[in-house]
């Protein structure tokens, strides 16, 4: 069995990252950007659309992180050494985060203290996913090399040029955005209304972030951008962005929510379809594929089932989570 | 501190921080579960009141848990991007099912603590099972990976390469099934002594309370279930250790000489230049009799292994007496509950009978750590025993200090806070509503 059907779980479960966990960090970013009288109102209704799913959005990570060991051990090992700083920010940030929102919505302290827990949350929220979307612009950039198992490239290398720096940027816009056209459907009225702006807004800076991203691609990660440029899917792809990112904004303005949710959905998976276009096989441009990251048959042979029963348990707990919590709109629940 | 010292202490304090965690994450979900079945049952409010109170307290236990074993997956690569390149692979299988049960423990927690109002009560305490059930098969999935570290099987070592993996033999490691055993029944007696300490401090301070008397009640169900258990457990573990890890055994009972008829130590401190356990009280012929059930059984002595492949004697021995010493206590508390129970026909309430296991609290979640330390410790200089040297698995990058000073801050700090939670929000005793509603 070839490692390819092992790319794809990872891709699936990445997309799916950023579609579900993507949304929980954007709502501590709107969480931060509140303002006004309903200041906390919002903030409240943003605390129950999270709490009982970002926990299982979360574990998406640790599903990438087991796959990639498992399957790609000299890929893990590799990533380990080269992207050790921005990994470890990034680990505290998610710390830090999870046990903030905890803490504010268990803890029935004195409003200060609460507070001060739902700022942490915030600006965990806003940081993470800059350092991630780093990390990930790294692996595209083609400055970490890797001869004979071993990094060569120095611990600064790939995640601190404007073009990974840019990448983090767009992914925290992209995360706020998905978050904006989600909450859309969790508060009534003014709340509603108040988030269509937000999300129109962020969307027109996604677009810009995305043309920037593109043309510090070719400063930055020479190889990557060619790699996009070159394959037989570029056009229709951005193509069906232009189109998405324009269906989000005229969905939003008429109030079309549910079309404006999905084609966010569906713009934002595009995205990272398209990384993933540029990158090919490789899991670390331009050193390392997924021929040549390790791995035995034997494990891909017993872990590929292992994946399709495990499937057959996710999905129908997974559908049953969000039908209660995300199937209708707003619904208030004490716990 | 050197790089590999600063990498052990921080997977040392990670882990040992996590497993709190996991624990608590294990246990607490089968108590509020039963909570909840009582009040169906008998309806009394109290019951509920605790159910939700302790519903709370997961939530909180569980979130740390999950955000820091996140870490730990992370950390794996980060301090020990070696090992994991060989063992991925190999391990690959039990890491994957975690993953799995884990997603489904945070999916039914979600559903439980977020739908009290949107399910029928008998369905929300069958999620509250499958939560605890989730929990246990994780915990279940994570000790293999360790067992296999312990007794690696499932491949051939060929030239420095692992290679013909078997993931279900690996799986399936010898370890496996008394570690498996032993780590899961210890997860239930060291929360519900945790429990009873703090629930009988409760009681001391207001003797009335139905909430503490509940929660005692339950707790004390746990303890006395699963805490004769624990001590089984423990001794096929250590015979299982005898078999498998001889070195892993003598260093915990400071044995340094292989001989038949070998005494059991009690206490001591291991001297490795004199090879002796300096002032040690020895019941002789007890190890080998535990070990093989026959007073002459030989039992493999520290000496009989190169003196660079000895773990650390002092750390290994002093742990392992501490858990032993604690377990053997918690078997005495539990005894002693039983007496009393079996006397007076009702839960015990006596004044020595709560101070007592008001300093019991912590003896669990202490025999935990310590535990953890002797199957950790007791393996080195080893992280896959007999195949691959921790320092062969540490990786290249330089001044791990400031990483594993980073984390500790972290940590102690997300400790105290979530200390502080619990006490004033779970096992404080509600300040109105169930007291008042039980008529008391």
Not at chain 1, 251 to 274: H, P, S
Not at chain 2, 196 to 209: D, F
Request: hydrophobic share 55%; proline share 5%.
């Amino acid at each position: 069995m070839g490692p390819d059907f092992f790319l794809y779980a990872i891709a699936t479960a990445l997309v799916i990252y950023v579609l579900t966990g993507g949304a929980d960090f954007g709502g501590g970013v709107w969480d931060l950007f509140a303002k006004g009288q309903h200041r906390e109102r919002q903030r409240l209704v943003i605390e129950r659309a999270i709490g009982p799913i970002w926990e299982v959005n979360h574990i998406w990570t640790i599903f990438i992180v087991v796959m990639l060991f498992a399957v790609f051990p000299d890929a893990f090992a590799a990533i380990g050494v080269a992207l050790h700083i921005p990994l470890t920010i990034a680990m505290v940030g998610i710390v830090l985060r999870g046990s903030a929102f905890t803490f504010r919505s268990y803890g029935l302290q004195p409003d200060a203290t609460r507070r001060r827990w739902g700022h942490l949350f915030a600006w965990t929220s806003l940081v993470t996913p800059v350092v991630l979307g780093m990390t990930l612009a790294a692996l595209a950039s083609g400055e970490i090399r890797i001869e004979d198992g071993k990094v060569t490239s120095s611990l600064l290398a790939g995640w601190t040029s404007p073009f990974a720096i840019a990448t983090g940027v767009l992914a925290l816009v992209l995360f706020s955005l998905i978050a904006a056209v989600y909450l859309i459907f969790e508060g009534g009225g003014e709340f509603r209304a108040d988030f269509r702006r937000k999300a129109f807004a962020t969307q027109i800076v996604a677009v810009v972030m995305l043309v920037v991203v593109y043309g510090l691609a070719h400063l930055d990660a020479p190889e990557f951008a060619a790699r996009l440029d070159a394959s037989p899917y570029i056009w229709p792809l951005r193509a069906l962005i232009a189109f998405l990112a324009w269906a989000v904004l005229a969905a939003i303005k008429n109030e079309l929510d549910w079309i404006a949710r999905a084609a966010t959905m569906c713009q934002v998976a595009a995205v990272v379809v398209g990384f993933g276009l540029a990158m090919g096989r490789h899991l670390i441009l331009p050193d390392l594929t997924i021929d040549d990251a390790g791995g035995h048959e034997a494990t891909r042979l017993a872990i590929a089932p292992a994946l399709v029963f495990g499937a057959f348990l996710l999905i129908p707990s997974l559908y049953c989570l969000f039908a209660m919590f995300k199937g209708s709109p707003s619904s208030g629940d004490d716990h | 501190m050197d790089d590999l010292l600063s990498a052990r202490s921080q997977m040392a304090m990670s882990l040992g921080f996590h497993i709190l965690f996991a624990v608590a994450g294990m246990a607490m979900p089968l108590m509020m579960a039963t909570a909840e079945i009582l009040h169906l049952r008998t309806g009394r409010a109290v019951y509920l009141d605790l159910a939700k109170r302790w519903a709370k307290g997961t939530a909180i236990l569980f979130a740390v848990g999950a955000v820091s074993g996140t870490t730990l997956s992370f950390e794996l690569g980060l301090l020990w991007p070696e090992f994991m390149r060989h063992a991925g692979p190999i391990v690959g299988m039990p890491f994957s099912l975690e993953a799995f049960a884990f997603f489904l423990e945070a999916i039914f927690l979600g559903i439980y603590l977020y739908g009290w109002k949107k399910l029928l009560p008998h369905w929300h305490i069958v999620v509250g099972f499958l939560v605890a059930l989730c929990g246990l098969t994780s915990g279940v999935f994570v000790v293999a990976v360790n067992s296999w570290m312990n007794t690696p099987t499932g491949f051939d070592y060929v030239d420095g390469e692992f290679v013909n993996i078997d993931v279900w033999k690996a799986f399936l490691s010898p370890a496996f099934p008394t570690q498996a055993f032993h780590t899961a029944i210890s997860a239930y007696s060291s929360v519900a002594f945790l429990v009873m300490g703090i629930h009988a401090w409760g009681l001391m301070r207001s003797p009335k309370s139905e909430f503490h008397r509940a929660a005692l009640t339950i707790a004390l169900g746990f303890a006395m279930v699963s805490t004769p258990l624990q001590i089984l457990s423990g001794d096929l573990a250590a015979r299982h250790c005898g078999n498998e890890q001889p070195i892993k055994l003598a260093a915990m009972e400071g044995l340094y000489e292989t001989q038949r008829g070998a005494p059991l130590a009690l206490g001591g401190i291991p001297d490795d230049e004199a090879r002796h356990l300096k002032g040690a009280i020895e019941i002789p012929k007890v190890l080998s009799l535990m070990q093989g059930f026959d007073p002459e059984h030989e039992v493999r002595g520290l000496e009989d292994f190169p003196r660079d492949e000895w773990p650390n004697t002092l750390l290994v021995r002093t742990a392992f007496s501490i858990m032993v010493m604690l377990g053997m206590a918690m078997m005495g508390v539990v005894g002693w509950s039983a007496f009393l129970i079996w006397r007076r026909r009702e839960l015990p309430t006596g004044k020595w009978y709560l101070r007592a296991l008001v300093a019991m609290a912590p003896a669990g979640m202490i025999a935990v750590e310590a535990g953890w330390c002797v199957t950790e410790l007791g393996r080195q200089p080893w992280i896959i025993h007999g195949y691959m040297r921790t320092s062969e698995a540490l990786t290249t990058v330089p001044n791990l200090v400031w990483h594993f000073g980073l984390f500790t801050v972290l940590y102690v700090f997300l400790g105290i806070t979530v200390t502080i939670l619990l006490r004033n929000h779970v096992f404080a005793a509600p300040a109105s509503g169930a007291e008042k509603k039980e008529g008391r």
